[in-house]
């Protein structure tokens, strides 16, 4: 029963499973073009034990088919299936909580995302951009990912406590990137693939730093909802006061666990992928002239100050949004989706139980829907228009990202910032390309913008130039 249910899976590589899981954990992109190469645009991959057939998709019928069937009789997106990230995030984050008990979460958690309320961060957005560019003089370099994840992990603090600055707040945002960049090296990866290799070995080993580090993490936000709970405001606006006072059907509301395992995931999943995602797209902005020069133009062209909404709906800033997140997406697949019984996907039979993923990066590669795909061509996202099954960055059905909305905007207004603040010139002319850092992406070496010059400084307090601020 157990190879007739393999049988009919899509075909995929041979090689021993360790082979395909080493090139999935050290070049899951290189790995993942030679798949569509020789099987299409879906084949199944064997991880090893935990992962033995695992389909991989990007024929946007097929993810249409699943990512709308997701919560209905033919797929589910259970939750148990994200182990990979409960080290990390906990067992109630929204992540990896299924079913009921996920929606019932997601609409929780969606209010402090929705655009109404957004628009109370972009003054924390515009400020933070500011001040952190601030800090590197005029003929200075700086490390782009680095900056920009300054910046966002700034926002996401301010937007998740309320906060951003403040011993508290530093001591947190300190941890965090350095739990991030633990995180993100291959060993770290290989330590979620290999749970033999999450083993303390008297406190000395990289498993046991990460952890340690880990548990500093979780007792500064454990010590914040204490104080919240000590003394509370109800004139709070941040998502953490919204997930306080939220309550379920019988009353209840969230444990300090369960706020500390969301918290986590939204600190976490809110902010390296936009961090990456505007160290991309300063990339190719100074990479490519001519697309930095149209776009300097728009936005020159909607005032000295203009207000956040025509900055929001500015269309070649949302083009070069959009290309930066095709071209080399954040997140290189879905969250896994299930099939519930035997389905025909894109003319495919799929046994039960099939664990099956989208891959974003292998559609957004498609020659058919984006010719020349390795070329970074905004002007492709104003030619056509991509239906939400071509174009996922953020997935679609019942895991799409809660975040998208937040992080579209915290793009466009950091990059708006930016652009019209600064001169700036790639250091060094040639490619970069991505590679894995943890379960994202990101660019394989530093990129290096040099300051150039100022072009303007009219919302730029003289004190903030001074005061370097706490994320130094
Ligand atoms: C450029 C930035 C970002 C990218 C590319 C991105 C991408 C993704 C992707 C691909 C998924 C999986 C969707 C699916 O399986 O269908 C996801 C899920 C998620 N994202 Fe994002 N994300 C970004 C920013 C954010 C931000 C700013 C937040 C929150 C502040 C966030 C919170 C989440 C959460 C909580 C989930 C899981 C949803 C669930 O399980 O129901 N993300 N994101």
Redesign the pocket.
């Known amino acids: 029963m157990y190879w007739e249910s393999i049988m009919q899976l899509p075909l995929g590589p041979q090689t021993p499973a360790f082979v395909q899981l080493t090139r999935w954990i050290f070049s899951p992109m290189s790995f993942m073009d030679e798949c569509v190469r020789r099987f299409g645009d879906m084949y199944t991959v064997n991880l090893g034990k935990n992962n033995p057939n695992l389909v991989f998709v990007s024929n946007p019928q097929a993810l249409q088919q699943m990512?709308t069937q997701?919560t209905r009789a033919d797929f589910h997106?259970p939750?148990d299936r994200?182990g990979l990230l409960k080290t990390l995030l906990g067992d109630n984050?929204?992540?990896?909580?299924s079913g009921s008990q996920?929606q019932r979460?997601?609409q929780l958690?969606m209010p402090p995302?929705h655009s109404d309320r957004m628009r109370t961060y972009s003054q924390v957005i515009n400020q933070v951009t500011t001040e952190t560019l601030a800090r590197v003089q005029i003929g200075q370099t700086f490390d782009v990912r680095k900056t920009t994840q300054a910046i966002?992990l700034r926002v996401?603090m301010q937007?998740?406590f309320g906060l951003n600055r403040g011993e508290r707040a530093e001591r947190l945002a300190h941890l965090l990137s350095q739990l991030l960049d633990r995180s993100g090296s291959p060993l770290s990866v290989s330590m979620l693939y290999f749970p033999i290799l999450q083993q303390e070995w008297g406190g000395i080993s990289p498993w046991a730093i990460q952890m340690r580090v880990q548990r500093a993490v979780d007792a500064l936000i454990y010590a914040e909802i204490a104080e919240r709970r000590t003394h509370p405001d109800s004139s709070r606006t941040d998502?953490l006061s919204l997930l306080m006072a939220a309550q379920d059907e019988a009353g209840e509301s969230m444990t300090d666990v369960e706020l500390r395992d969301?918290l986590m995931?939204?600190?976490v999943?809110?902010?390296e992928?936009?961090a990456?995602?505007?160290a991309w797209a300063l990339y190719w902005l100074h990479k490519l002239p001519a697309v930095r020069d149209k776009l300097v133009a728009e936005l020159d062209g909607l005032g000295a100050e203009p207000d956040v909404n025509a900055i929001i709906k500015a269309p070649y800033l949302e083009a070069v949004c959009n290309e930066t997140?095709r071209i080399y997406?954040?997140?290189m697949?879905?969250?896994?989706?299930v099939s519930l019984k035997s389905v025909t996907l894109a003319g495919r039979e799929i046994p039960p139980e099939t664990t099956i993923l989208?891959s974003?990066y292998s559609t957004h590669q498609r020659a058919d829907l984006y010719p020349q795909p390795q070329e970074f061509r905004p002007e492709r996202f104003l030619e056509r228009k991509f239906s939400t099954f071509e174009f996922?960055?953020?997935?679609?059905?019942?895991?799409?990202?809660?975040?998208?909305a937040?992080?579209?905007m915290?793009?466009k207004l950091a990059l708006a910032k930016i652009l019209s603040r600064w001169e700036l010139e790639l250091v060094d002319k040639r490619d970069i390309h991505p590679k894995r850092r943890g379960l994202?992406t990101a660019p394989e070496r530093p990129i290096q913008l040099l300051v150039k010059s100022q072009r303007s400084a009219s919302d730029l307090h003289p004190a903030q130039a001074i005061d370097r601020g706490a994320f130094a």
Do not use: K, W, Y
Not at 93 to 97: F, K
């Open positions: 990512l997701d997106a939750g994200n984050s929204v992540i990896c909580l996920h979460q997601r958690m995302f966002t996401i937007a998740v998502i969301e995931t939204l600190l999943a809110g902010h992928t936009t990456t995602a505007l997140l997406p954040v997140g697949l879905t969250l896994p989706r989208g974003i996922l960055p953020f997935g679609s059905g019942a895991r799409r990202c809660i975040g998208s937040f992080a579209m915290e793009l994202v």
